[in-house]
Nanobody, 115 residues
Framework: VQLVESGGGLVQPGGSLTLSCAAS????????MSWYRQGPGKEREMVAV????????DYANSVKGRFTISRDNAKNTMYLQMNSLKPEDTAVYYC?????????WGQGTQVTVSS
């Protein structure tokens, strides 16, 4: 299993970014996928989760209405569209899935929201 995030960077408050997670090594379309983040000095937290076929989603209260999770099973890729970014969204963002009893994480991509 390999999960590779991309799309992070530096953005001003109020700006937008789209993160991608390219998956390989497993049947991507059969598994729930999620985005987590870990800000400086904070614990890792769930940001958004999406069902295996993309028909169900859920979000942390802190990002509801601003972030949108999606997936393209034909491309084995998951996305996180982030709008109206705030400084408190600054974190390393991780792609995550679970297969049986094993948890899989990507290497993370840094998002910094600052003027």
């Amino acid at each position: 299993v390999q999960l590779v995030e991309s799309g992070g960077g530096l953005v001003q408050p109020g700006g937008s970014l789209t993160l991608s997670c390219a998956a390989s090594g497993f049947s991507f379309g059969s598994y729930v996928m999620s985005w987590y983040r870990q800000g400086p000095g904070k614990e890792r937290e769930m940001v958004a989760v999406i069902g295996s076929v993309g028909d169900s989603t859920d979000y942390a209260n802190s990002v509801k209405g601003r972030f949108t999770i999606s997936r393209d099973n034909a491309k084995n890729t998951m996305y996180l569209q982030m709008n109206s970014l705030k400084p408190e969204d600054t974190a390393v963002y991780y792609c995550h899935t679970v297969r049986g009893s094993r948890l899989y994480w990507g290497q993370g991509t840094q998002v910094t929201v600052s003027s």
